[in-house]
């Protein structure tokens, strides 16, 4: 499983006293009003806390569809300059609580997917956001096959196993 997940990642700087702009990445982006420290890393995908630089946040603001933070210990524009297109990143004991039966994408992709008989399907290499409902892309050397995030499709979820068993609607 996913032990970092990455919620941010700052575009620029904002003012004169060290704060950053910040795209959020996350379903919700008042997540950080409850977050005492991240990691910065440059990596989109890969996180390597050897090379993250670990910063407590100071305080949380918003500005349109931005996040704007200030970490502590910064109060020049010189001093986080630097971090301007850095990912921001948690640990999973700082991420979103999860509810029963939901996931974060990051645990399911790469999941090895078999239908309700047992037949190898491939493996989740993608899910797609659309308004009803997440999809996931399973792929196999021949082909993709889209199937809804749904309790009618998705049947169990075994992160011990590494499988995701699944029943096809037909059409699918």
Known sequence: MTEFFRVGHITSTHAL???VKVISTSS?????????KVY?????????????IELSIDSVKYFKNQVILKFKNINRIEDVEKYV???LWVDRDNSIKLNEGEYFVA??????????????????????ETGAND???????????????????????????????????EGL
């Not at 082909?143 to 590494?162: G, M, R, S, V």
């Open 40 to 52: 910065l890393c440059k990596s989109d995908n890969n996180f390597n806390k050897e090379n993250s």
């Open 28 to 36: 919700d982006k008042k997540r950080f009003e409850t977050l005492d």
């Open 85 to 87: 297109h850095y990912n």
């Open 107 to 128: 645990d399911i992709i790469g999941l090895d997917v078999e239908d309700e008989e047992g037949n190898k399907l491939g493996k989740v290499i993608d899910c797609m």
């Open 17 to 19: 006293k060290g704060e």
């Open 135 to 169: 999809v996931y892309v399973v792929g196999n050397d021949t082909k993709e096959i889209y199937i809804p995030a749904i309790k009618d499709c998705i049947l169990n979820i075994d992160f011990e196993k590494n499988i995701m068993k699944v029943h096809l609607l």
